[in-house]
């Protein structure tokens, strides 16, 4: 019997239920029983991964230390778990296509016709044990996205069919489902799920454990009803009622059994050293804040708040780590100017202008740049968000009017951003940026040595264009500080403004790296920062 324990999470009835939320969830009480876990999201779009997807289309993208495109589902599983996650976690059924080619063009299959069985699902559930087979792990969670029934999820079900029946007692199934409420009859129905596991059954699925969401709380005799027509025990019907915030669903798991029911069904040992300790006191934290600060982030994608998923948590967590409760103003940049910025961003605490690709809403951000610098507003770029605080400087500052990147102007008489060397030659859009982490050295004596407190630090990495380092020393002579550069490369990684209360620009992204047990040191820093703003303003 394998030494690893497999649990696949589907979900049926609506996407968006939370299948990656409960799959943290239960990965965390797990964790805080002394298991070692780790969670791979299986997405059946056939992108090889969403690093050209628009982030209207999916989101954000979310990228691991060894430059991995990911779902943000990821993000969320890092953020519970504080343990990084790897290329290995997230696998495409463009992925699995392409390497299932790979293989037919070497002459792998010897020169057998090549089918969706036995071959696409080898690949599948060898991309699921891969985790397994590395030894570091003794549960690994495998979430299927979509909903059963979607044709593209078929292969994926399938493949978890086969390993239900190779594996045996050494794998469960979870599955999510939804209750719905009906306000014209007051009724929460269960027809919905019992669909849905009919349709996972007619795959060859049974599920072993359900996860109810719903608004309401379910009634012994529902999940009664549920057990009997679903073919699960009334244990194993678990209620997930809507929560005030999503770090409250370990503990809502927790109080519906839902580790106890998992460990008991995959024969695992039910010890009584669970330590959620410093998770409660995160939730204390979050519920009951002593400051509330007002923070405008600056983006083009803030009509869909999951553009910027990692940006938001990190906020959640370095304001828990000051007692602080950080609200956002979501601003598009497109609506700044220099006539209308002032109205938008008089109020503001502190501003973020976010990470983006491409021309739309440079102008605005300019703004909030100008803005937070001129008016002393703490400040943090992030990528394209440090780039545009360099040409704000540059140009109203330096001088040099006609300052730009050449992303925005490929003719800019002083490009202080440019395509970074290697980038000029590459034609592809899909894996081929400057991704993952990479080292940093920071200088003494200024903002971000005193953040990390260390010499070296490492950042992950999504981006193209570069600080142009021959206009350094003008920059540097005229107040802007270069406090952060690669070692090996001299690339610019962090910009400061020393003669400013809090004003930092970073190339990297520090909010892929922020968790609930660490939150990123320059998300705290900067949020307090805006605490003691707000205090001397109000």
Known sequence: MPSTKYIFVTGGVTSSLGK??????????????????????????????????????????????????TDLDLGHYERFLNRPTSQANN?????????????????????????????ITDEIKESIMALGHTGEFEVVITEIGGTVGDI????????????????????????????PHLAATGELKTKPTQHSVQKLQ?????????VCRSEQHISEEIRRKLAQFCNVNKEAVIESIDAETIYAVPILMRNQNLDSVVLKRLGLPIEDNLDLVNWKDFLYKIRYPKHEVEIGLIGKYVELHDSYKSITEAFIHAGAANECKVKIRWLHAENLNSESAHKYLEELDGILVAPGFGERGFAGKLEAIRHARVNKVPFLG???????????????????????????????????????????????KGGTMRLGANDCELKPDTM????????????????????????????????????????ETGLVEIIELPD?????????????????ANPHPLFVHFIKAVVDHAHLTA
């Open 202 to 210: 007619e795959s060859g699925v049974r599920p072993d454990i359900l």
């Open 448 to 487: 971000a040595h005193k953040v990390y407190r260390r010499p070296l630090i490492s950042e992950r990495h999504r981006h193209r264009l570069e600080f142009n380092n021959t206009y350094l020393e003008p920059l540097e002579k005229a107040g802007m500080k270069a406090s952060g550069v690669n070692p």
């Open 382 to 428: 992030i990528c394209l968000g440090m780039q545009v605080a360099v040409i704000e400087y540059a140009r109203n500052v330096l001088g040099l009017t006609d300052a730009n990147s050449t992303e925005m102007d490929a003719n800019t008489p002083h490009p202080v951003i440019d395509l970074m060397e290697e980038q000029k030659k590459i034609s592809q």
């Open 20 to 69: 990656g939320i409960i799959s943290a969830s239960l990965a965390t009480l797990l964790q805080s029983r002394g298991y070692s876990v780790t969670i791979q999201k299986l997405d059946p779009y056939i992108n090889i991964d969403p690093g050209t997807l628009n982030p209207y289309e999916h989101g954000e993208c979310y990228v691991t230390n060894d430059g991995a495109e």
């Open 500 to 516: 400013h209360p809090w004003f930092l620009g970073t190339q990297f992204h520090p909010e892929y790296k922020s968790t609930v």
């Open 152 to 179: 593209e999820a078929l292969p994926y079900i399938e493949a978890v069919r086969q390993l239900r029946y190779e594996l045996g007692d050494a794998s469960l199934v979870i599955h999510l489902t939804l209750i």
């Open 91 to 119: 696998i495409t059924t463009g992925r699995v296509y392409q390497n299932v080619i790979d293989k037919e063009r070497r002459g792998d299959y010897l020169g057998k016709t090549v089918q969706v069985i036995p071959h």
